[in-house]
């Protein structure tokens, strides 16, 4: 992977800019590295085989997040689900009228934190996905928000997807 250029004091508008880059040079190679292993394992793992995808994805990037002194602000549970080491399964929404079996839209939400704990805001993740087959309908991406508090978020993230519906 090529290094990124993240810089300690990005907004989350930058910091939302150097992921949605990241995703779109990255997210087609990853797949097709994977594609074989992935098909082979949705019919036994269903959404999951999704998470394992983005397993292999997204970590590379958060890693020089990370170093770079940004960070999530929620904290994981023991129950918790998480998926490349940052989208937290109970910070998501999908809706079937957002789209079809064939396309259905899943949306994360991460709140950042820069290295002096103050909240920057908040990147979506947003994953387009079939629940008859493995197949990516769409590119994933990130997208920057200010909104930081949760029902705010939820309230954005409807107002989005339902504009694109």
Same mark, same amino acid.
């Given at each position: 992977?090529?290094?990124?250029?993240?810089?300690?004091? !990005?907004?989350?508008?930058?910091?939302? =800019?150097?992921?949605?880059?990241?995703?779109?040079?990255?997210?087609?190679?990853?797949?097709?590295?994977?594609?074989?292993?992935?098909?082979?394992?949705?019919?036994?793992?269903?959404?999951? +085989?999704?998470?394992?995808?983005?397993? &292999?994805?997204?970590?590379?990037?958060?890693?020089?997040?990370?170093?770079?002194?940004?960070?999530? +602000? =929620?904290? +994981?549970?023991? $129950? $918790? @689900?998480?998926?490349?080491?940052?989208?937290? @399964?109970?910070?998501?929404?999908?809706?079937?009228?957002?789209?079809?079996?064939?396309?259905? &839209? #899943?949306?994360?939400?991460?709140?950042?934190?820069?290295?002096?704990? $103050?909240?920057?805001? +908040?990147? *979506? @993740?947003? *994953?387009?996905?079939?629940?008859?087959?493995?197949?990516?309908?769409?590119?994933? #991406? @990130?997208?920057?928000?200010? %909104? !930081?508090?949760? %029902?705010?978020?939820? &309230?954005?993230?409807?107002?989005?997807?339902?504009?694109?519906?």
């Amino acid at each position: 992977m090529k290094t990124a250029n993240i810089q300690p004091q !990005m907004t989350i508008y930058e910091l939302g =800019e150097v992921l949605f880059t990241y995703i779109k040079d990255h997210w087609k190679g990853v797949l097709n590295r994977n594609i074989k292993e992935l098909e082979q394992l949705f019919p036994e793992y269903a959404d999951a +085989t999704y998470g394992m995808y983005l397993d &292999k994805l997204i970590p590379p990037i958060w890693k020089l997040i990370k170093e770079n002194g940004f960070r999530s +602000t =929620e904290k +994981t549970k023991e $129950d $918790d @689900f998480v998926i490349g080491e940052c989208l937290h @399964f109970r910070n998501s929404m999908e809706k079937a009228k957002w789209g079809t079996p064939h396309h259905e &839209k #899943r949306v994360f939400w991460i709140v950042i934190e820069n290295q002096h704990k $103050d909240k920057i805001g +908040t990147l *979506l @993740f947003e *994953l387009s996905h079939s629940h008859i087959e493995f197949n990516l309908p769409a590119p994933p #991406r @990130f997208l920057p928000l200010e %909104e !930081m508090k949760r %029902e705010e978020i939820i &309230k954005k993230i409807i107002q989005l997807e339902e504009n694109l519906s």
